[in-house]
């Protein structure tokens, strides 16, 4: 039996050992298609690679195609476990309102540790890079990110019953989110340098199975199951994890789900501006003329945690004096401002100084899912962070897609242009958002009646 309504704690082991695995598998990447192209190893010096800025040298030519076959294993690799993710992310999210949030946080963190299993044996015996893609498809049946973030938000939301603190609380977790992702950074930087590729995975892969303990013993459930309700591969009991996400839109009134509906599009559009640009930051910092190491994209991914840090503070302060729409108009204007400065960055402290502008570009997100979360019944939650889960899922696979494969099509002559483009597209969601606060949606004024006999009240 669980101890302590604290999701935290899973968050930040889990964040901390996926985002200090995620640069690991890139660089590892990037050095293994280095050793084909060049016959040895990426070599470093003073923090800085010794990549060709040359364009008449041939070598110039080879480190480019090493960025364009990186760029698409990576956007293969992620691809193939985008199917099964999806329908796994909307089923364990989604079956968290009846039955428990535990087995949405727990079976992804099984499926991060097999992921690390597969990459320490392929490192270990320099396996084909092939055999990842195995194990990105059996992850993927197992939920993964998306699957795992719906479920801690789920879990939030189950306990945070008032409106400004279901905000901060969001807000807060995001936090560790990407405080966890700038730690991480940093020290798989240090750590590839210490140890190298082969034991640089162990540290990761001990946190995930420290996650799993700690969510099978600990963590408390916030959702009482009933014997019946535990029969979930009854025919019953299947159509109703289905059901979840089609009852949220057939019930309530066309301005209810009018709103949901722009609330996701928006949620969408700026994830898909965002994660997009955010996911080129390594390989554009492995390039000419920055020619960073992997102790220098730690660093640049440590100072990021600047951006998630003071997006908690803006949504902590801002909460109390501006509606939410317009603290995700700030967000956006942040992100703006933020990554058309690393599209014309060419020099280390340019690229550094980029996280300035950048400080509350996090803020959109956790307001948005906010803004949804209040305006749905609290025995939809799970449903509602089943389909956010699913939906981001989805667009966070196709924009790396996307962008991997702009950003390959246009290194040669402007590395910078995918930050452009993500800038450009980001005024989407603010135009969604200052739609929605035109038509004057309003929190809960549709779905006053609350079905109280499904809902179990847990301390918050």
């Known amino acids: 039996m669980g101890l302590l309504y604290l999701v935290e704690p899973v968050m930040a082991i889990y964040c901390f050992a996926s985002f200090s695995s995620f640069p690991l598998m890139q660089q590892y990447v990037y050095q293994r298609f280095w050793q084909e192209e060049f016959n040895t190893t990426v070599f470093y010096d003073n923090n800085v690679s010794h990549c060709e800025t040359n364009q008449s040298n041939p070598n110039y030519i080879h480190e480019k195609e090493v960025q364009k076959r990186a760029s698409t294993f990576n956007t293969t690799l992620d691809l193939s476990g985008l199917i099964p993710s999806l329908i796994m992310t909307l089923i364990l999210v989604s079956y968290g309102d009846q039955h428990g949030r535990k087995a949405s946080m727990l079976l992804p963190s099984i499926g991060g540790l097999l992921t690390l299993v597969a990459y320490c044996s392929t490192s270990f015996f320099n396996l084909p890079l092939e055999i990842l893609y195995l194990s990105s498809v059996f992850s993927g049946f197992l939920g993964g ?154 660093w640049g991914s440590a100072l990021s945690t600047f951006c998630f840090v003071g997006s908690f503070l803006g949504v902590f302060f801002f909460t109390r004096c501006l509606k939410d729409a317009y603290i995700v108009f700030i967000g956006i204007l942040s992100w703006i401002a933020g990554i058309t400065m690393a599209a014309f960055a060419t020099t280390t402290v340019t690229m550094m100084l980029v996280r300035l502008p950048l400080m509350f570009s996090a803020m959109p997100l956790p307001v948005l899912r906010s803004m949804m979360s209040k305006v749905v019944l609290e025995n939809e939650q799970g449903a509602l962070f089943a389909c956010i889960a699913c939906l981001e899922s989805l667009t966070g696979s196709l924009t790396i897609a996307v962008f991997y494969s702009i950003y390959g099509a246009t290194v040669l002559w402007f590395p910078g242009f995918s930050f452009l483009l993500s800038a450009a597209l980001s005024l989407i969601p603010f135009g969604v958002v200052w739609l929605l606060l035109c038509i004057g949606y309003q929190e809960r004024d549709h779905v006053l009646l609350v079905n109280e006999e499904s809902n179990t009240e847990v301390p918050s």
């Open 145 to 298: 990110f998306a699957t795992f973030i719906g479920g801690c938000f789920s879990y939030i939301a189950d306990i945070a019953k008032d409106t400004q603190k279901k905000n901060i609380r969001i807000a807060f977790i995001d936090m560790v989110l990407g405080v966890s992702s700038g730690v991480a950074g940093i020290t798989s930087g240090y750590i590839i340098r210490s140890f190298g590729f082969r034991w640089s995975f162990a540290l990761p892969l001990f946190l995930h199975i420290l996650n799993i303990l700690y969510i099978l013993f600990i963590l408390e459930e916030t959702v009482k199951r009933s014997e019946f309700q535990q029969n979930v591969l009854s025919k019953e009991g299947v159509k109703e994890l289905f059901s979840g996400v089609f009852l949220l839109f057939k019930h309530g009134s066309c301005k209810r789900r009018a709103a949901i509906s722009l609330f996701l599009f928006a949620f969408m559009s700026y994830l898909f501006a965002n994660f997009g640009a955010a996911s080129l930051f390594t390989l554009y910092e492995l390039d000419s003329p920055l020619c960073w190491d992997p102790v220098r994209v730690g």
